[in-house]
């Protein structure tokens, strides 16, 4: 049996989880909802997925642009195993609420808080604590690329410090509303930033502090890493731990990836789709050991690094996989992650 899944907020994230769960051979998607007409509901429609109205005073407007709704968020709520909830943050408590009304199991997303789930997921770290559990967060697209590199650096050879700077996308490529902005923005200024705490939330022992910058760009966070290690390594230590690794892509200057516009035109070039890039870019010649700590950048793709740990979750929460790195095996072979 197929595990049955509902979208709920069909934007930027939840488009992206709908495709990726339609392409695996364990899960359906059950229906995506929208709040009203668009082109993307028009596309929903043509892709085979179901669509339902965010709520009942919704519909008419479906209805005028001549769009097929097939019922409201309850209605599909009935017909789901789980929600992948992608709407935007602070809805959580409202919906949270009605999913448990309806006994549906739901994954949020990083613009909702650690305490609305109490667990704050990330495949490779603490799939098996996922298990059979109704509600869970995907941490957000930042968080989920620190997490990444991390937890394979902490599991490798113990962390003793992790200091990070984030330069983080001031805005989606698609929203007009957010910019653009001409400026360096320190934020928060008052430090650190919320990034560490976050990572926490997952891998609490974990000594981090983080500071961010919003930066003139849409494409991608890039983040300079500087990690204390408990054990001695070396450069290429790091490549090969970074190598072995399932979502994490090295990537090299020499081949002319130098900046996050290059690494995106590359997403685009190996055929993915929408050109996300789904794994961490990291510059295999920016790893450096100097004076025994261990620095180097990486590039995250804020529209795409979580959808992979969407679908993981899926999985634990409705245990359909109970093995972790079996799950991550699956969503990387249909998704065609071979890095
Ligand atoms: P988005 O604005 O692109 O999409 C949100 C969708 O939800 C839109 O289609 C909107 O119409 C719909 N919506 C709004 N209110 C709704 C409601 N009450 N009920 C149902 N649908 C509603 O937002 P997004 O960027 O996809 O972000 C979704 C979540 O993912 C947020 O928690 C965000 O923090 C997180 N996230 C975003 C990014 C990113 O870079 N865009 C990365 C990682 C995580």
Redesign the pocket.
């Known amino acids: 049996m197929k595990a049955k899944v509902a979208i709920?907020?069909?934007?930027?994230?939840?488009k992206r989880v709908a495709d990726a769960v339609a392409a695996q051979d364990d899960m359906e998607i059950a229906g995506v909802?929208?709040?009203?007409p668009s082109f993307?509901a028009k596309i929903a429609l043509e892709k085979g997925y179901a669509l339902y109205a965010?709520a009942e005073e919704n519909v008419e407007e479906f209805r005028k642009s001549k769009i097929e709704v097939s019922g409201t968020?309850e209605d599909l709520l009935d017909k789901a195993d789980i929600v992948v909830d992608?709407?935007?943050?602070d809805?959580g408590e409202e919906y949270k609420k009605l999913y448990g009304k309806h006994g549906v199991r739901a994954i949020?997303?990083?613009?909702?808080e650690h305490e609305l789930t109490g667990f704050s997921f990330n495949s490779e770290a603490n799939y098996r604590d996922a298990l059979g559990r109704d509600f869970a967060r995907v941490v957000?697209?930042n968080t989920t690329g620190l997490v990444r590199v991390l937890y394979a650096l902490d599991t490798a050879y113990g962390i003793r410090k992790a200091r990070v700077t984030l330069m983080r996308r001031a805005a989606?490529p698609n929203d007009i509303k957010t910019g653009p902005i001409n400026a360096l923005v320190p934020d928060p200024i008052k430090l650190p930033s919320h990034h560490g705490t976050d990572v926490n939330s997952i891998l609490p022992h974990i000594d981090i502090t983080t500071m961010a910058v919003k930066t003139s760009t849409t494409l991608m966070h890039l983040h300079a890493l500087n990690v204390e290690l408990n054990e001695t390594c070396s450069e290429d230590d790091i490549i090969q731990l970074f190598a072995s690794r399932p979502r994490i892509r090295l990537v090299s200057s020499k081949d002319r990836i130098k900046s996050t516009a290059e690494a995106m035109e590359f997403a685009k070039d190996i055929g993915r789709p929408r050109g996300d890039m789904w794994e961490n870019v990291v510059w295999k010649d920016s790893i450096a050991i100097n004076k025994g700590e261990l620095y180097f950048f990486q590039a995250i793709h804020?529209?795409s690094d979580?959808v992979p740990e969407n679908v993981d979750a899926i999985r634990a929460l409705t245990g359909i996989e109970k093995d972790g790195a079996n799950s991550i095996k699956k969503t990387n072979r249909a998704l065609g992650i071979t890095s």
């Open positions: 709920n907020g069909y934007g930027t994230i939840g909802v929208k709040t009203r993307e965010a968020l992608a709407t935007p943050g809805t949020w997303q990083g613009g909702e957000s697209c989606d804020q529209e979580v």
